[in-house]
């Protein structure tokens, strides 16, 4: 096991790559537009798991089993999207107006049942801008954590099943983040409204669902694979992975996670065909083709752990600069790639 992140003096990958794509598919800025169907997305998932929260709530808690399995195989899909959607408002892909596109955030947020959405607007945007940074990335687990969990199967499947936990514990140690403010306010009271409303007209059993289904969509479930996905790897030639697979479908393209970081003005709906127009730029990265074997990989295999991150140490050292890719360098430009499928 690592005893610390990887370190790197260099660049993120992604601005240079973007240029890049740019300046060979400029065709690609058609890409880059609002998508304001995603916030009936929002009010639809929000209403659905309302729905089953109350039927849960009429058959009571002696059918707490069939509550675990509908959070399962549906609510922690549906909660899943409303993170990919609180996403999207975060990049304002939903609508022009950043305040709507913080109510739409909002109200996705609602049956998660914590006020989550503002505080990852605020620190997911820093995760963009210095990735791989300790001090403004929250997506980096704290050093205590990273020790704490290491690399037995057990600690890291009792790290994904509290992952929320652990992520709240993050953003006070950045640095430039202020968590607290008018649509914070906001989202907490939605929050706290919603939990009253569902307990009041759905009863604790209904509750008891959301709170299975907050659980599975960001943890010990195919979904909460995500976030291994994204950037964790022990083959440190690459530092950000997408996934191409079939619960793409249902988690609105969130594998699609080079592409996003490479140009995050593009929606969810727009990144497969960003890879499509600029295949040569993704064609040769190394990729996941299935989340549920990310997740036993990650669980069993002792090569993984919270450090198996990269760590950018451009605070300690004078940038590197980056150099302007051309689309005719590209054959011989090595992307961190080789053209295999992460995999057991």
């Known amino acids: 096991m690592h005893a610390a992140f990887y370190q790197s003096e260099s660049d993120q990958p992604h601005p240079a790559r973007a240029r890049a794509i740019i300046k060979a598919h400029p065709e690609v800025r058609q890409l880059m537009v609002r998508n304001p169907w995603t916030a009936l997305i929002a009010l639809s998932l929000a209403i659905m798991q309302t729905a089953i929260a109350y039927w849960m709530g009429t058959l009571g808690f002696a059918y707490w089993w069939f509550s675990l399995i509908l959070a399962f195989y549906i609510g922690a899909f549906a909660n899943h999207a409303n993170y990919v959607i609180i996403h999207d408002a975060t990049h304002n892909l939903i609508f022009r107006n950043k305040s709507w596109n913080k109510m739409v955030a909002i109200i996705a947020d609602l049956a998660n049942l914590t006020p989550g959405a503002m505080g ?47 992520q709240v514990t993050r953003p006070p140690r950045l640095k430039a983040i202020k968590m607290w403010d008018r649509w914070f306010c906001i989202n907490f009271v939605c929050a706290v409204a919603y939990d009253v409303g569902v307990v009041c007209f759905c009863g604790w059993p209904g509750l008891l669902y959301l709170v299975f289904a907050f659980f599975f969509s960001i943890g010990l479930h195919p979904v909460g694979a995500r976030w291994i996905q994204e950037h964790y790897t022990y083959d440190f030639d690459q530092e950000t992975f997408s996934y191409y697979g079939p619960i793409n479908w249902v988690a609105l393209n969130m594998g699609y996670h080079n592409e996003h970081h490479d140009l995050p003005s593009i929606p969810w709906n727009n990144l497969p065909k960003l890879r499509a127009m600029a295949p040569e730029f993704y064609d040769n990265l190394k990729y996941h083709s299935s989340w549920t074997r990310l997740l036993f990989q990650f669980v069993f295999d002792k090569r993984y752990s919270l450090y198996s991150r990269v760590e950018r140490m451009q605070q300690k050292t004078a940038p590197q600069p980056t150099p302007d890719i051309t689309a005719d360098q590209i054959g011989s430009l090595d992307l961190s790639a080789r053209p295999i499928c992460f995999s057991l």
Do not use: C, T
């Open 120 to 166: 990852f607007r605020v620190y997911h945007l820093k995760h963009h801008s210095h990735q791989g940074d300790y001090e403004y990335d929250a997506d980096l687990a704290n050093h205590w954590e990273a020790r704490l969990v290491g690399n037995k199967w057990y600690r890291k499947a009792i790290w994904l099943m509290l992952f929320p936990f652990f």
